[in-house]
């Protein structure tokens, strides 16, 4: 079983988190970051505080949390995600190579993400799919996969931040971190996974995990 994380390997979400973002500071009446600074400083891992602080909306904290937990999952939202280049024919050769894809993402709407999947006719690709809460390390992610396939064999683990490197880790398989997401090559680097890899045509190409080559 391959595992993926959904935004950021799979789905770009830049536009999305960026409108839901400047929708809410200029309801505020606050000056929103131009798109690039905004997601340079996401990739950096700045906080929302500091990111509230450079339109001078300090004080606007609880306010922006409340109204992302609303909005980010909104069907309005999510019709700004776009697929990664290259990543619908990665994940087509793999499950026509006989791999079984299991999906576990952090999402708090399971309705919504199973819309969302049909809509990008991506659904029926998956044999699994879990979502799970939020979380800065991997336990809740291993612990919802386990929960719902048991000690299935996990050919590898493909996400783009150190929760999936973490997942990974705590299930003994080998993780593969893509730089197209949420976090910088460096910053990936220095978690150590078993591969980095530009994105998921790059691990379809380079076939680190031996993905394609393994019997089945």
Request: with cysteine; proline share 6%.
């Amino acid at each position: 079983m391959l595992v993926l994380d959904f935004d950021g390997p799979i789905l770009d979400g830049r536009h999305r988190h960026y409108a839901c973002y400047r929708r809410l500071l200029e309801e505020a009446g606050a000056p929103p970051l131009p798109l690039d600074r905004y997601w340079a400083l996401k990739r950096e891992r700045v906080d929302r505080r500091r990111l509230l602080a450079e339109s001078g909306a300090t004080d606007f904290y609880d306010r922006f949390l409340e109204g992302w937990l609303a909005r980010i999952e909104s069907p309005e939202m999510l019709a700004l995600d776009r697929l990664q280049p290259g990543a619908l024919e990665a994940l087509r050769a793999w499950k026509g190579a006989g791999l079984s894809l299991a999906l576990v993402t952090a999402r708090r709407d399971e309705a919504a993400l199973l819309a969302q999947l049909e809509t990008l006719a991506l659904r029926s690709l998956f044999s699994e799919i879990v979502p799970t809460p939020f979380a800065e390390t991997g336990e809740a992610k291993a612990l919802a996969l386990t929960a719902r396939v048991g000690q299935a064999r996990c050919d590898g683990w493909i996400g783009d931040t150190e929760v999936d490197v973490d997942a990974a880790r705590r299930l003994g398989a080998p993780s593969v971190a893509v730089t197209c997401g949420l976090r910088t090559r460096e910053y990936l680097q220095s978690l150590r996974p078993t591969f980095v890899c530009d994105d998921l045509r790059a691990v379809l190409a380079d076939d680190p995990l031996r993905l394609l080559a393994a019997p089945r």
